[in-house]
């Protein structure tokens, strides 16, 4: 649930202590043979749910993205005001930075997913017999698994999450098979705003850098771990570390682009602008961990592609 102001946003990643091709296009809504034979009760975690939800509130974009993307759409009735995709979620006024559980109730949910514990809203809807997974921000890409396989079990959906799952894992191992070997690591700067936070190897979103054999010039500015893996980094900083890549996850809430980042002050002669190695990314696919993940991760080994080894 992570679309809001730059400088709210890295605050809320550290917070939290984070964060962000087949898969990213919608699954099958329709239940499938093996989901009708589902059997209930069903427990994950100390949730245990009698019957199959079938008015399910999402509170987290990634959420909705991924009950999607299993095949549980159809059981969603409202989804958070962030939820964005897919384009016919039933988005609804809902909020998930300032959750409101009669809001929440007025939905009469059998079952609601959401990533944070804000307003101490888990406590809030647990008096009104309201039933409560959350899917906290991802740290590795086993938690991503993990939530949809848990949410795939929940929801009676367990065979068409494992098939996400199973497409996901097959999709990065094709994606980072044939990566060329460098005799040095290409350096990149990742952008979460224009304010110049940015996400270290130890956060989510970094792993997935880290996958492709980059190096994170942030790394040095979070050695103590203060920032949760998200330090906000000074000009000076960026253009002494001089990245190879600059990747934008600020390009459309923010405006930020190729342009933008060369008129900033001394940035002109990065080895990335002077390269056109600044890369746009998109900042939901950037800032979410579900099934998309794969198209965030093609799109940076595509750039790092044009790279000669």
């Not at 203060?226 to 900083?237: A, C, I, R, T, V």
Request: net charge negative; charged share 20%; with cysteine.
């Amino acid at each position: 649930m992570f679309r809001r102001t730059p400088r709210l946003f890295a605050a809320t990643l550290a917070v939290a202590a984070l964060a962000l091709g087949a898969c990213a296009e919608k699954a099958d809504e329709q239940p499938s043979a093996g989901t009708a034979a589902a059997s209930y009760p069903v427990t994950v975690g100390a949730l245990t749910l009698d019957k199959r939800p079938e008015k399910i509130v999402a509170l987290s974009p990634t959420a909705t993205e991924m009950l999607f993307a299993i095949g549980a759409g159809p059981q969603v009735t409202a989804v958070n005001d962030q939820s964005n995709y897919p384009a016919d979620a039933p988005k609804s006024d809902l909020s998930a930075f300032q959750p409101n559980a009669e809001a929440i109730a007025g939905k009469n949910p059998d079952l609601v997913v959401l990533s944070d514990d804000r307003n101490k809203i888990v406590e809030q809807l647990g008096k009104l017999k309201i039933p409560v997974y959350q899917t906290p921000a991802a740290t590795t890409l086993d938690d991503t698994y993990r939530q949809i396989t848990e949410l795939g079990t929940l929801t009676g959906h367990a065979d068409q999450a494992a098939d996400v799952t199973t497409r996901m894992k097959d999709d990065i191992a094709k994606l980072v098979k044939d990566l060329p070997q460098r005799a040095e690591k290409l350096t990149y700067f990742h952008e979460l705003g224009p304010e110049l936070y940015s996400a270290t190897s130890k956060t989510f979103i970094g792993s997935l850098y880290s996958l492709v054999g980059l190096t994170n010039i942030a790394d040095p500015a979070d050695a103590d771990g203060k920032n949760f893996g998200y330090p906000q980094l000074s000009q000076e900083f960026v253009v002494k570390a001089d990245p190879d890549f600059v990747f934008l996850a600020d390009s459309k809430c923010c405006q930020q682009n190729a342009d933008t980042v060369k008129a900033r002050s001394g940035w002109a002669g990065l080895t990335a602008v002077k390269n056109n190695q600044v890369i746009a990314l998109d900042d939901d696919i950037a800032s979410r961990w579900g099934p998309r993940v794969v198209d965030l991760l093609r799109v940076i080994i595509d750039a790092v592609a044009k790279v000669p080894a």
